[in-house]
């Protein structure tokens, strides 16, 4: 029977072909078409994925609040991120206006930041934090940036905030005037 089928011919249009070749032929056909699904099977999966890392240093979601002075009117807003802010205040020569800028630190551990401080010619500011509080401390590096350290969340009181005191000086003009201020943390 097998000898039958190898001698059998096959006849596609004028030309006749031996049976064995045309066997032959599937076979090789069937062994390369495994050979393409072998690499395809064996290949790896490469992509890249963004990683958006934020600060944990951020002002609180009240974000400030504002002290003495006998004139306190103010607007306040912060950016999207809570490490921006700007005031328009309306102070007068004499008085000294304090804004306390609730800070939160989103981290399980102590972290470092610094806050820079954009204040018009003819206001001094100065920064202090809670003397008997432990929370947030300050140190003053130029005259318009501070390093502050900020405790863990776990640990944080509720009411611990960084202390600007504003003072109009003599010559300064009525109106408002606008303080902006950026909080960027830095490694501990």
């Known amino acids: 029977m097998f000898r039958r089928i190898i001698s059998k011919k096959l006849r596609i249009t004028r030309v006749s072909f031996p049976a064995w070749v045309l066997g032959v032929a599937l076979l090789v056909v069937a062994a390369a078409a495994g050979q393409a699904v072998g690499p395809v099977l064996s290949g790896g999966i490469q992509d890249s994925a963004c990683l958006v890392i934020e600060q944990s240093v951020v002002l609180a979601p009240s974000g400030f609040s504002l002290g003495a002075g006998s004139d306190t009117d103010g607007i306040f807003t912060t950016n999207d991120e809570r490490t921006g802010f700007k005031a328009a205040l309306k102070p007068h020569v004499g008085d000294a206006i304090v804004a306390g800028l609730d800070l939160g630190n989103l981290s399980d551990a102590p972290a470092n ?76």
């Open 113 to 188: 930041a610094m806050l820079s401080l954009n204040v018009p010619s003819g206001i001094d500011v100065e920064v202090t934090s809670d003397p008997l509080g432990d929370d947030i401390k300050e140190a003053q590096l130029s005259a318009r940036e501070w390093l502050v350290t900020v405790a863990s969340l776990a640990r944080a009181a509720p009411d611990d905030s960084l202390d600007i005191t504003i003072s109009p000086k003599d010559g300064l003009k009525p109106g408002f005037s606008t303080i902006t201020g950026r909080i960027v943390q830095v490694a501990n």
